[in-house]
């Protein structure tokens, strides 16, 4: 980034390009088998999310059916916080208090497995949720543009983590019905599930499709600065390419595609590449499970323990109403910080964390929760 500041800070990318970007498309495609071999960019996670929702119901527009122009996301899904990744977002929370300003997106029951039936497996419930999912299809499809989801793991939902399988089903039903699918990768992406692409791992010999949008964001400048961007396919990018600017995706913010920013997020791809990262998290997340399990697994309070490469979580059973706030504080007093949602504690840890930093991140995190649940005076 020192070294950018003195060639060029920041250009609009509305009729210019610049080296950075151009390189950092070109990478990122890469990665995806160049499946998805265009990139869009924006500055934060939201505005992505806007960006392939827009640009989903415009391709059918151009491409002749302008009346597939709805969206479908999750239950509980979190997409972001702006009026158009708020209508995809199933959470009261945020969406009350704009309610009669949402254009809302259907909701399809979530394969979180904590709502497997009796005897039900996790594949099962994938495929009872996929089921749901084309049930629903098969009469709203016509008027459907796309479905997003939060691949492998629905973060703000309580890091529900649910099997690839679900995704199969999903991509194969998507197909059928001639709906695109916008991956949200904008947590679960960079590494965090233990591939680069959370996507990877739902792709096999026999189902090899990618989704038809690639959102990312928070972890691409590795923290340093604000950088969100889209990657499509061919077809979508086709649908596009014309000389009438009624059929062009007129979408632009100023610092769409920061040079400093894209530099930021090559010099992250360097260090993935120069520190094996993904391999050396792969080894991280097997001691951050070991240390879980050995402190967490007969505990008598704790549910539903699981982890998807650098995420983890458990459920707490008997939480007190204000169980999040006292743990977050019992945590910080032992130098942790850790910030359940609801009754649900979970762990995101830095890439560059150290064995002895795990340990103090899991002991601190026992030391919270005994003191946490304990009768008070
Ligand atoms: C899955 C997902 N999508 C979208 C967003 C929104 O990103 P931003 O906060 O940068 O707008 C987030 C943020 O937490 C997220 O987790």
Request: with cysteine; glycine share 8%; proline share 5%.
């Amino acid at each position: 980034m020192r070294d950018q500041l003195d060639r060029l800070e920041h250009v609009m990318l509305a009729g210019f390009t610049h080296p950075p970007v151009v390189e950092l498309s070109e990478r990122l495609a890469a990665l995806t088998g160049n499946r998805l071999g265009h990139a869009f960019y924006a500055s934060d996670g939201a505005s992505a999310v806007e960006i392939a929702l827009k640009m989903s119901a415009h391709y059918w527009r151009n491409k002749g059916h302008p009346h597939k122009n709805r969206f479908l996301c999750l239950a509980g899904g979190y997409h972001g916080e702006t009026l158009g990744a708020l209508g995809v977002t199933d959470m009261a929370l945020f969406r009350e208090a704009y309610a009669p300003l949402l254009k809302a997106a259907a909701t399809v029951p979530t394969p979180d497995p904590r709502r497997a039936k009796g005897g039900e497996t996790a594949v099962e419930l994938a495929h009872r949720a996929a089921a749901a999912l084309e049930a629903h299809l098969l009469h709203h499809h016509a008027e459907i543009a796309a479905l997003i989801v939060e691949p492998l793991v629905q973060g703000a939902a309580g890091m529900v983590m649910y099997e690839p399988e679900y995704l199969r089903l999903v991509r194969t039903l998507c197909d059928r019905f001639n709906v695109l699918l916008i991956a949200d990768e904008i947590a679960v992406g960079n590494g965090r599930t233990g591939t680069y692409f959370a996507w990877e791992q739902v792709t096999t010999e026999h189902h090899p499709r990618w989704p038809d949008f690639i959102c990312l964001s928070k972890g691409i400048t590795g923290g340093y600065l604000p950088l969100s961007l889209v990657l499509t396919t061919d077809e979508v990018y086709g649908a596009f390419y014309a000389d009438s600017t009624a059929k062009a995706f007129l979408h632009s913010h100023s610092y769409t595609g920061n040079v400093l920013a894209c530099r930021a997020a090559l010099a992250t791809l360097d260090i993935f590449k120069e520190d094996n990262v993904i391999v050396s998290n792969r080894l991280r997340a097997e001691q951050l499970d070991r240390l879980l399990q050995r402190r967490f697994v007969n505990h008598p309070a704790i549910r539903h323990l699981r982890q998807r490469g650098m995420i983890a979580a458990f459920d707490v059973e008997g939480a007190p109403p204000d169980f999040a706030h006292h743990f977050s504080c019992a945590a910080l007093e032992r130098n942790v910080l850790l910030r359940p949602i609801g009754n649900t504690v979970y762990f995101m840890p830095p890439y560059v964390m150290n064995d002895s930093e795990l340990l103090l991140l899991v002991d601190g995190a026992l030391g919270a929760l005994d003191a946490t649940l304990a009768p008070r005076a």
